[in-house]
């Protein structure tokens, strides 16, 4: 069954596509369909229970690269993976890039993602200069920023057709490493102040925090990339099977030693870049440790810092610890898209186990009467009244549905 990386809803899908072939592509006649990438959403915007998936894996090859301009042209199913290695080499890397590296070009457009460098850079839509959209009526439509599918279809969530290419504008870099600070502190207070001070001096920050520690201790990651010789990790653990070990107990375990080993490897060290944005790829299929029934990740974006306060407390009070919970700061650089979900202010990101709906609807109140949102990448909960709010152009966006492609995502919140 093809599932997301939260496993959580299951979908039955009547079809799944394989596309292999830019050239001469045809889509089903019949839908309702959807692209899926590589699953890397977590609820249900890449499922279409009851419906088609296109499986866009096969469409995986590099069309042009200009060294000059940086900018590369490649097919929608290219992972942003296998760009890195082709040109992580060369001095050029992606402008923006997710906790993954296992994400397709399609699904990093189509969810509009972000990275730790929002306050500089925005979103990955910000730097994809033109795209190919196949629509079911047969036209394939080659469109640039200026252009209103364009500005629907990043961030579009897959409903305005398939992108078979789309070409991004790589920036250059002093190749393989980043100077990164582990910087441990306690409470919101002094995040926001470490993220005020690091902002303006670095590209890339982030931080964890233990919420259900006594002060909120956490630690905040900055970082920029530097020139230096540094090995690429070798060693990668999977997950074999099912092993539901995330716990009350195991979380407290982890997040106590992991704030330990963070403090003991110091303040500052000079990194491979993979482990630095990509420290969850170590593990793969690391959604196993939540078990069959999988898990749901509230993460959502609140314009001002009491919001934020509001929501860390009431997670704290629920004691719904997570070992991942991840705090940033958006800047105000725009995002391109319509249904775009990053905007000025704070983000929190955390796992629950799938069984934790209250603790979500809680979260998500808690978010919305702050005038936040939620990342549909994330979302397998959240309610129509919550989406249409905290997307205010999204009946401008709908006038640029492709009629054939649809999602789980879409008919739950959107009837
Ligand atoms: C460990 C981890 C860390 C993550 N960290 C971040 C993060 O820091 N920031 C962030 O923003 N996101 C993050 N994500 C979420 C992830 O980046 C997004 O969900 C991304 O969209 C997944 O890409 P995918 O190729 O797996 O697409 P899928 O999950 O398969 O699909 C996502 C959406 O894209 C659409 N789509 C896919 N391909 C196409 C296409 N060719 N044409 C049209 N539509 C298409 C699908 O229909 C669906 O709506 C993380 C995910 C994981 C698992």
Redesign the pocket.
């Given at each position: 069954m093809t599932e997301?990386?939260g496993r959580y809803p299951q979908a039955r899908h009547t079809a799944e596509v394989r596309l292999h072939w830019r050239a001469g592509l045809t889509l089903p006649l019949v839908g309702p369909m959807?692209?899926?990438?590589?699953?890397?959403?977590?609820g249900d915007?890449?499922l279409n229970d009851g419906g088609k998936l296109l499986r866009?894996a096969g469409?995986d090859r590099f069309i042009s690269f200009d060294s000059r301009s940086g900018l590369l042209r490649c097919e929608?199913?290219v992972?942003l993976g296998e760009i890195l290695r082709l040109m992580v080499p060369r001095g050029f890397f992606l402008p923006v890039v997710?906790?993954?590296k296992?994400?397709?070009?399609?699904?990093?457009?189509?969810?509009d993602?972000?990275?730790?460098n929002h306050h500089r850079a925005g979103t990955f839509g910000a730097h994809v200069r033109r795209l190919e959209l196949l629509r079911s009526d047969g036209e394939a439509r080659e469109i640039a920023p200026e252009d209103r599918l364009f500005q629907a279809?990043v961030g579009?969530?897959?409903?305005?057709?398939?992108?078979?290419w789309a070409e991004i504008a790589l920036r250059r870099i002093p190749v393989a490493a980043v100077r990164m600070e582990a910087i441990p502190f306690a409470g919101l207070d002094e995040f926001v102040a470490l993220s005020d001070e690091s902002d303006a001096g670095y590209e890339y920050t982030v931080a964890w925090v233990d919420v259900l520690s006594h002060a909120q201790r956490g630690i905040f990651f900055r970082g920029d990339h530097v020139a230096g010789a540094v090995r690429a990790p070798r060693t990668r653990t999977v997950v074999p099977t099912d092993l539901p070990v995330v716990n009350a107990l195991t979380v407290l375990a982890f997040n106590a030693a992991y704030y330990a080993a963070q403090k003991l490897a110091g303040r500052s060290r000079v990194q491979h870049w993979d482990p630095f944005f990509f420290p969850?790829?170590g593990i793969g299929h690391w959604?196993r440790l939540y078990g069959h029934r999988g898990f749901l990740q509230f993460q959502c974006v609140v314009p001002a810092r009491e919001g934020l306060r509001e929501l860390l407390d009431e997670i704290a009070r629920l004691g719904a610890g997570s070992p991942l919970t991840v705090l940033k700061k958006f800047g105000d650089v725009p995002s391109p898209g319509m249904l775009s979900?990053p905007r000025p202010g704070f983000t929190v990101a955390i796992d629950l186990p799938s069984s934790e709906i209250q603790t979500f609807a809680r979260l998500e109140s808690i978010a919305a009467g702050a005038g936040g949102a939620l990342?549909p990448?994330?979302d397998a909960r959240m309610s129509a009244a919550t989406f249409a709010k905290s997307y205010p152009r999204l009946d401008e966006f709908k006038r640029f549905l492709d009629p054939a492609f649809s999602?789980s995502?879409w008919r739950r919140v959107a009837g």
């Open positions: 997301s990386w959807l692209a899926y990438g590589q699953g890397r959403s977590y915007c890449c866009t469409l929608a199913g992972t997710p906790g993954t296992h994400v397709s070009v399609g699904g990093a457009i189509a969810n993602i972000h990275g730790k279809t579009g969530l897959g409903l305005t057709g398939l992108i078979t969850l790829d959604n979900f990342y990448a994330k999602s995502f």
